[in-house]
T-cell receptor, first 113, second 115 residues
Framework: GNSVTQMEGPVTLSEEAFLTINCTYT??????LFWYVQYPGEGLQLLLK?????DKGSNKGFEATYRKETTSFHLEKGSVQVSDSAVYFC????????????FGKGTRLSVIA | GAGVSQSPRYKVAKRGQDVALRCDPI?????LFWYQQALGQGPEFLTY????????KSGLPSDRFFAERPEGSVSTLKIQRTQQEDSAVYLC?????????????FGQGTRLTVV
């Protein structure tokens, strides 16, 4: 079946530190991959996505590269800000049809000044 | 509307009470999904509509859970005889399947607490 495994949190970083949140997946075929972010008190928002192998999704300084050989989609940011404090969810969407997203458990990031 | 709207934002129910959660998707979005997010977990799929047709309800945890979308727009998730394990945030998402690899837009969710 389809599943997503992401690193457990919470992750606490100082402002301007480098961020990596690991995400690996199991899926049949070649799914689309996503990172969603949930800021305090808000709904899930799409942060970035990649739809095929070697694609790099990027947004707001965050990046993730679709690695088919390692079935990974790690999230990175070179210099985090306090405003990046949120819960980050890795997700996949199987390729066939308009299927639901399969989410990881989420990683809470706290950035301190 | 501008985004997916869910109501109420918060609901406290006594065990055994029935509840109804409403989702207003983005206008024109054909696909609508319901997810359940337990505390500290990622969202888990409950059910999926395309227009008024419920195409997949494999994620509904029991026959106490029922969802409908009678006119292909607003959807209601109903939980009968609520139990404490039903406490969670219920998320609704809509998307336009006419676009390949389309993004799903989420509402803010309804936090249900069963006491």
């Amino acid at each position: 079946g389809n599943s997503v495994t992401q690193m457990e949190g919470p992750v606490t970083l100082s402002e301007e530190a480098f961020l990596t949140i690991n995400c690996t997946y199991t899926a049949t075929g070649y799914p689309s991959l996503f990172w969603y972010v949930q800021y305090p008190g808000e709904g899930l928002q799409l942060l970035l996505k990649a739809t095929k192998a070697d694609d790099k999704g990027s947004n707001k300084g965050f990046e993730a590269t679709y690695r088919k050989e390692t079935t990974s989609f790690h999230l990175e940011k070179g210099s985090v800000q306090v405003s990046d404090s949120a819960v980050y969810f890795c997700a996949l969407k199987p390729i066939s049809g308009n299927t639901p997203l399969v989410f990881g458990k989420g990683t809470r990031l706290s950035v301190i000044a | 509307g501008a985004g997916v709207s869910q109501s109420p934002r918060y609901k406290v129910a006594k065990r055994g009470q029935d509840v109804a959660l409403r989702c207003d998707p983005i206008s024109g979005h054909v696909s609508l999904f319901w997810y359940q997010q337990a505390l500290g977990q990622g969202p888990e799929f409950l059910t999926y509509f395309q227009n008024e047709a419920q195409l997949d309800k494999s994620g509904l945890p029991s026959d106490r859970f029922f969802a409908e979308r009678p006119e292909g727009s607003v959807s209601t998730l109903k939980i009968q005889r609520t139990q404490q394990e039903d406490s969670a945030v219920y998320l609704c998402a809509s998307s336009d399947p006419g676009q390949l690899n389309t993004e799903a837009f989420f509402g803010q969710g309804t936090r249900l607490t069963v006491v």
